[in-house]
Each structure stands twice: as C-alpha cells, then as structure tokens.
C-alpha cells in the first residue's frame, strides 16, 4: 500500500514549474496517430495517463522514442488497424479520442468503451453522433467498439453538439482532420485543450479554424507530415497549487503557466481574499489574512472547470461564513465528501449542491482519494489541517499529477510518500 502522509499547518513558500498539460497530451499523443512521418512532442507530463496512452500507441505499431524527460519523438508510419487492446483502453478515458483517430486515418475503428473517473454517467452518444453524421457505422459487439465508414473514407458534415463536450468536440476534430469535405462542428467546447490539438493538427498540415470559440471548421486534407509541438501548460495542476497556496498560507510563484487560462480561478481566489498577482508568464499566489466565502459554478470554459471544483471545495472549507457549490457539469462530482468530513469540514450535499460551513481549523486523519481531483483536494486539505493527513489510493492522483510529492515538498510542505508491506492495492478501471 503506497500512501501520502502529509503533516499539515505549514505555511508554502518558493516556485512550482508548471507542468505540460494533460488533457492536452491525452489527447494529442493520440493525433500523432494521423501523422505520416515523426511528430516531435514537448512539454509532455510524465503522469501514468500519458504511460498508458503512449503504450496503446505503441501496441498498435508506432515507434516511441524518449529525447528528454519531456519530449518523446512518435512515428506512426507503420501503423496497423487492429482492435485497440481492452485491458489497456478501458484504464483511460482518453482512449476513445482513438476512434476518431483511427476512422480518420484507417476508416474504421475497434476501441473498447473508455474507461474514467467515476463521476456519473459519462456517455459518448455526442461524439458517436459526429461520426454518425460523417458516413460512418457504429455499433457495440463482443464489448468494443466498431465504427466503419461507409464509402471507406469520413465525409465532412455539419455537426450541432447538444451538450457541450469537450471529449466530442476533441474525437470529431480528429475524425473530420483527414475525412472527404468540410466539417463544421457547431456548440463546440472552448477548452484551452481543445486550441492545443487544433494548433497541433495545424502545424502537421491539418485546415483548422475557430478552435476556442464555438463554431470549428476542420476542411480535410489528405495527409498530415511529421513536426514538433509544444503542450500548453497545465491549467488544472496551477489552480490546483494556487488553492493549496490559498489553503495553507504561504506565498508561492507558480511558474510556466498561461493567465489567461487561469482567468476564473484568478478572480475566485481573488474574491476569496487571496491575493494573485501576474507577472509574465507567472503568477505570485499569497495568502495571510482569513478567507472569505464565496459561491462556486462549475461550468464549461470560460466558466470555473469543474476539475477544479474539489480543490476549491477545500478552500472554502477553511473560509469564514457559508459558501454554496453548484457543479454544472458532471451528475455526480461529490464522492469525496465523506472523506472530507473525516478531516472536520462541515458540507452538505443535495444532487449538484453542496453547502459548506466553513471551520477555522480541519484536523489530520486517513483518507482514501476516491478519484484524480478529489485526490488532490484532500492533499490540499491536508495541507492546511493541523495533525497527519495518511491518503490512500493515491494511483488515482499520480494518474494526472508530476512529482507532486516533489514540487510540494520544495515549498516547504511535509508531504513524503510511504510504502507499507501491505500487499499493493488493486488499482480498478480509472481514466
Ligand atoms: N456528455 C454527454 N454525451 C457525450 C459526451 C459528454 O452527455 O457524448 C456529457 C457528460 O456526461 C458531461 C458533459 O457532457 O455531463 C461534459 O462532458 P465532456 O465530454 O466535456 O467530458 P470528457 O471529455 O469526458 C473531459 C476531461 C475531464 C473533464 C471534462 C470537462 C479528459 C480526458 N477528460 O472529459 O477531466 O472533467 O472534460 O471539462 O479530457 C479530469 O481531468 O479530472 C477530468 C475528469
């Protein structure tokens, strides 16, 4: 059983760098699969999303070489069409960005239904919509996936999202990249990820246009040719520090990020009474005085995320007065409360709701994170909160954080990894 033991109530102090965002290379990493030459990737996040991802690619045919720690070099030229291995895809929620991926370029597809954070029903009808509507068959048989197209190859179409999806809007962005014609996707996401594979698809020869506003229009090109691309910087792993910087005290510069992706964060934090400050490409996050209330939506971007919702549940735990939580995105987004109750927080939940008293003082006890960013919150919590913090289940976390331990711990926490010779947990199905 590997656990984090954190002893809380210490104030954060120094620079965290930023690492390359993982909705971004989760995605990404399986565009290089539309590539007929090498794609030349940096800024990737060394988190077991990105593992599994690359090793799925690997399993299908492409050459993965490692620069850097940050920089791998993928050649998809020898690609096959095969049955994307089930034990591997059902791991990861991103693994359905490969039905778009392999119907652009192969025509058909056989993925197994991704896997993922359990937050509610997290259906895929909108992106089998789009490719619907791109002259492909989809249907579910033996437990994968099959799409196929029609005539062999994807025609472009106009696709009206009834829910704004980023998953969608990201797999039909794929799909439509190599297909026959024009693809309009209407009610599209507006994600800072969404930009990134739309500036990576471009800059390997893709006709992308309108990426970060809610009309995309992606003209199908017949090839795309090798390159090298930069992932953006993580917008959820910087609010995750700066709400722990809120939580614990402290003053900590959070470097390498891009502030307006950070916008909403910003002025939440702001309104809380912790002061943000921009300069460049950092942002100086302090906090000393108590901390206000304040009422939280979740929505989609330019919205507050809602994977920062759990994180900023922590610091208005800590906030003076009652703050009211409302998630607009997922049905179910409060598994961790029960967790957060063990450590004194006082929050009550009614289906997308949750109120919270905040306390002046949480208290250390063992938790199990239930999911990646209930996980992060309750290192958050425990930062903050007097006494010894243990987490377990922590695969969940280190699924989308790099070096967490580390990049906290050189801010002056004291948060160490422990191993006990406990037989290793299972680790079920997260993405
Ligand atoms: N939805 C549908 N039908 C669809 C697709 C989505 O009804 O075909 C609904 C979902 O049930 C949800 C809403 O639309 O209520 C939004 O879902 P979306 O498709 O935007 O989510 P996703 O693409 O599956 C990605 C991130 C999530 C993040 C959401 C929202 C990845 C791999 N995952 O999921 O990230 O919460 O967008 O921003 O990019 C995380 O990183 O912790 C995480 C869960």
């Known amino acids: 059983m590997t656990k984090y033991v954190i002893t809380g109530g210490k104030p954060l102090y120094g620079t965290i760098d930023i690492s390359g965002a993982k909705n971004a290379a989760v995605a990404i990493i399986p565009a290089a699969l539309l590539v007929d030459g090498v794609c030349r990737i940096e800024n990737i996040p060394q988190i077991s999303d990105v593992t599994l991802i690359l090793n799925i690619l690997q399993d299908l045919g492409a050459e993965v070489r490692t620069v850097n720690r940050t920089t791998v070099d993928i050649d998809c030229s020898h690609i096959r069409n095969q049955p994307v291995p089930y034990q591997l895809a059902r791991k990861i929620r991103a693994s359905y960005y490969l039905i778009g991926a392999l119907l652009s370029r192969f025509g058909s597809a056989q993925v197994p239904p991704p896997g ?45 999202l009834d829910i704004v999806s980023v998953g969608a809007t990201m797999n039909i962005m794929l799909a439509a990249t190599l297909a026959d014609g024009l693809t309009i996707i209407e009610n599209a996401a507006k994600e800072p990820h969404i ?27 017949d090839r ?3 390159g090298t691309y930069s992932i953006i910087p993580d917008q959820i792993e910087a609010g995750t520090y700066m709400a722990a910087v809120a939580a614990a005290g402290g003053q900590v510069r959070i470097h390498n990020i891009i502030p307006k992706h950070l916008e909403c964060i910003t002025a939440k934090l702001q309104e809380m009474g912790v002061s943000v400050v921009e300069d460049g490409d950092d942002l100086v996050v302090s906090r000393r005085g108590a901390l206000n209330r304040a009422n939280v ?73 239930c999911d990646l960013r209930a996980g992060a919150a309750l290192v958050i919590a425990g930062l903050a909160a007097h006494g010894v913090t243990e987490i377990d289940s922590i695969y969940h976390i280190e699924r989308g954080y790099e070096d967490i331990v580390r990049k906290l711990t050189g801010v002056g926490a004291d948060i160490k990894v422990v191993i006990t010779p406990d037989q290793e947990e299972a680790q079920p199905n997260v993405g």
């Not at 698809?201 to 893709?206: K, R, V, Y």
């Not at 939506?297 to 549940?313: L, N, R």
């Open 116 to 160: 993922g954070c359990d937050l509610g029903g997290r259906p895929i009808d909108q992106h089998i919509k789009g490719f619907t509507a791109m002259g492909a068959d989809v249907d579910v048989r033996g437990g994968y996936i099959h799409a196929t197209a029609r005539d062999g190859r994807l025609k472009g179409s106009q696709v009206y």
């Open 195 to 221: 930009v990134d594979l739309a500036n990576f698809l471009n800059s390997m020869g893709a006709d992308i246009m309108g990426a970060g506003t809610d009309v995309i229009k992606i003209r199908g090109v």
């Open 297 to 369: 939506k979740t929505m989609p971007y330019p919205g507050f995320p809602t994977d920062m919702q759990p994180q900023i549940a922590a610091v208005l735990c800590l906030a003076q007065g009652t703050s009211v939580l409302t998630e607009g995105v997922w049905d179910n987004r409060y598994r961790y409360v029960d967790e957060f109750r063990r450590l004194g927080a006082q929050i009550q939940v009614d289906g997308k709701v949750a109120v919270i008293e905040g306390v002046s003082q949480l208290t250390g006890a063992p938790v199990r994170a």
């Open 224 to 226: 795309l040719a090798g």
